[in-house]
């Protein structure tokens, strides 16, 4: 099932990203539906291989379609992160995958230094509760 999860992140990152304006919002909602669609399938076993996969993906659809590849990144991994929070995927996994997606960046070559401070915070309010 992560192999269909992966197919519909493209397809449909493609479709939201084939516009003439980049349209954050749509990519964030676009990418948010996918996780709540396929929430069972993300799990904490699986979280880094899909992120590696959604930020892999995002860098060549962005290259191909010339979009600032950092910024439409940054788009589509706060749009999961809403996903995994819309669909009550849970705190611990919500902070994994905030981990997991500098990492994956990281690999992946992208510049993330353009996410907002409150994509962090559930990292941070994770630290807190320690």
Request: no cysteine; charged share 40%; net charge neutral.
């Amino acid at each position: 099932m992560v192999e269909k999860l992966k197919e519909d992140l493209t397809n449909n990152l493609e479709k939201a990203l084939s516009t003439k304006e980049l349209k954050e919002d749509e990519v964030k909602k676009t990418v948010a539906a996918v996780v709540e669609k396929f929430k069972d399938e993300i799990k904490p076993e699986n979280i880094e291989e899909i992120t590696d996969y959604l930020l892999q993906e995002t860098k060549r659809i962005t290259t191909k379609l010339g979009y600032d590849a950092g910024k439409v990144s940054s788009v589509v991994v706060e749009g999961f992160k809403e996903g995994l929070e819309i669909a009550g995927k849970g705190k611990e996994l919500v902070k994994e995958f905030v981990k997991v997606s500098a990492r994956s960046a990281k690999k992946a070559g992208l510049e993330m230094m353009k996410l907002p401070l409150t994509f962090f915070s559930s990292f941070i309010e994770g630290l807190k509760e320690k």
